[in-house]
């Protein structure tokens, strides 16, 4: 869950039937749910991402397991894929691709110039990097050996 000064905003996770591909808007004055409708590039099923609120507008949904809608559950594969949503359209779209598929990793946006991601795993090994990525430049830096 990430949230603006308004509302929270929650995406994906999973459920007893697997991963989730639905985004959810909490408003905080009114203390009411209601599904955000995306639209746009259909996002798959994701669990064990991260998310973050960028310039107070957009959604940004890092790594995970993704589930393609209409796959089976065995094709659960990690992305390598950064997704941003408009949080006023629904509007989503890709935003940038990691140097990796991973997830279980940690992840923050620094002074909306940098995504910095951490350790997580693509399901053969686990990653114990840290990577920052430069939103202005799309350049990926490896800050650890």
Request: charge should be neutral; proline fraction near 3%; hydrophobic fraction near 45%.
């Amino acid at each position: 869950m990430v949230a603006t000064k308004e509302a929270a905003f929650i995406f994906g996770g999973a459920n007893e039937d697997g991963p989730l591909s639905d985004l959810w808007r909490f408003d905080f004055a009114s203390r009411k749910f209601s599904r955000v409708k995306l639209t746009g590039i259909q996002l798959p099923a994701i669990e064990m991402h991260t998310s973050h609120i960028w310039k107070e507008k957009f959604l940004l949904i890092v790594g995970g397991r993704a589930l393609p809608q209409g796959a089976k559950l065995e094709d659960l594969q990690f992305s390598d894929f950064i997704y941003k949503v408009d949080l006023d359209s629904g509007e989503v779209s890709e935003f940038a691709k990691l140097p990796s598929a991973i997830g279980s990793h940690v992840s923050a946006i620094v002074d909306e110039k940098y995504l910095v991601v951490y350790g997580g795993t693509n399901g053969f090994r686990f990653f114990d990097n840290i990577l920052r990525y430069a939103i202005t430049d799309s350049k990926w830096t490896l800050m650890t050996k």
